[in-house]
Nanobody
Framework: QLQLVESGGGLVQAGGSLRLSCTAS????????MGWYRQPPGKQRELVAV???????TLANSVKGRFTISRDNPKNTVYLQMSSLKPEDTAVYYC??????????WGQGTQVTVSS
């Protein structure tokens, strides 16, 4: 079983920055995609950004130009650098991993709150 350890959430003022990180527990685990989803209050979970093993990224339109996703393959770690944060970025952010045979894994979630 793969465990994901997230860190970096918190409270920040609008316009500020935060960096989220997520590390997968098993270094030998074959990870294809790592990334982040978020669930705003009262809304469904949505894609924020993902990156594949080759470094190709996909970002939601709402975060393009403000968020950057990166991945350290040897460390099985994915980072989400969030800048120019807006109140609408407030959500629980979940780390996501896609492994062999389309197996999906989720972190426990970390709260990001952006005050206006």
């Amino acid at each position: 079983q793969l465990q994901l350890v997230e860190s970096g959430g918190g409270l920040v003022q609008a316009g500020g920055s935060l960096r989220l990180s997520c590390t997968a527990s098993r270094s030998s685990f074959d990870i294809f995609v790592m990334g982040w989803y978020r669930q705003p209050p009262g809304k469904q979970r949505e894609l924020v950004a993902v990156v594949n093993r080759g470094g190709t990224t996909t970002l939601a339109n709402s975060v393009k130009g403000r968020f950057t996703i990166s991945r350290d393959n040897p460390k099985n770690t994915v980072y989400l650098q969030m800048s120019s944060l807006k109140p609408e970025d407030t959500a629980v952010y979940y780390c996501y991993v896609l492994g062999p045979r389309s197996s999906a894994y989720w972190g426990q979630g970390t709260q990001v709150t952006v005050s206006s």
